[in-house]
């Protein structure tokens, strides 16, 4: 059994080989130059195959066809779009959308949204409410290429959209141009609360609170969430474009904060929005508060560093205090090399 298997595994290498050298150069060929006259042969080929092997010719064909247009663009993308269709591959793929193959559902979806075929998300929309969650991100990142409305299905989204999906989303996005990336504060209001946390990751991202008052005024409240994920995307996308008020506005949750994770991300963003109006709070909390562990201090200090030339000049006359902990992690904080 061992050695039948072997065998195989060998002979479909071989195969594989040979498909690629037979068919590599006709493929080039086609990408650029075109025409009909470069169609003929690779229909040929595919088509005199032998009725046994004529099926393997065509899958490695087209996965060829496609690692090839995977890395181009502009004329020669195209032509191998046409290439794909008039061999009629996108038949191929909708029947491994129509399987019941988690794995093929998964590669005839990725193969119709790379080859752009719009008219096959129809098809497709279906696997938005799949129950594996790598059929329905197969879904979504083709709903962005294909569908109306390319993030339109977060209204209505019932499952958690997850880290991994939303990273292949961000990366979906990236094929878009500036003017057609959605306005993400429609969704800050969303039930769903991972779906909140990817639009204020987005608009973090795209640079979008500048362009809305509201849109901070939105942000402000999930500083109180009961979710720290929310809070801490709200503080970070709040500090990237701080408003005149914003640092009393943090400097309060700060002290009203009592998760040591939710003060760090506090203490994170003060450190761009602080001012000498904080400098002797921030001393005061440094020196007496004997509750605050190693992380904490170390966060206060580089608040303290960062406002302007003052807060520096103070943590130095700190550092030549008695407590000779405070003064190592001060030193530490100031130490350019660092």
Known sequence: MIFLDAYRKNKEGREKVEVRNDYHALLIEYTYEGGAQNLVPIVDAI?????SRKHYVRTHFMKEL?????????????????????????????KKVKSRNTQLIIQGIGELRQME?????????????HSDISIRTA?????????????????DLKTPLTDWQQMRLYHALQRFHRTQIPEFSQWLANENETVVLFAIKMIHEYDQLIKDATIEQQLIGYLEHA???LRKAAIETLAKWPSENLAAILFEQYQKATEKEHQLAILEALQEVADEDYLSKLEKTLVKDKTIDFDMQMAIVRVMSCINGVGRKRLQILSQGDNAHLSNIIQHVLDQRI
Do not use: C, W
Request: net charge negative.
């Open 47 to 51: 088509e005199k195959a032998d009725k």
């Open 66 to 94: 496609l690692i090839l247009h995977a890395n181009l663009l502009g004329e020669e993308a195209d032509r191998l779009q046409g290439l794909y269709l008039s061999l009629n591959f996108k038949e191929d793929s909708l």
């Open 117 to 129: 075929i719009v008219n096959a998300y129809p098809t497709i929309a279906p696997f938005l409410e």
């Open 139 to 155: 879904a979504m990142t083709a709903r962005i290429q294909l569908g109306k409305e390319p993030f339109g299905f977060l209204d």
């Open 227 to 229: 979710n720290i994920r």
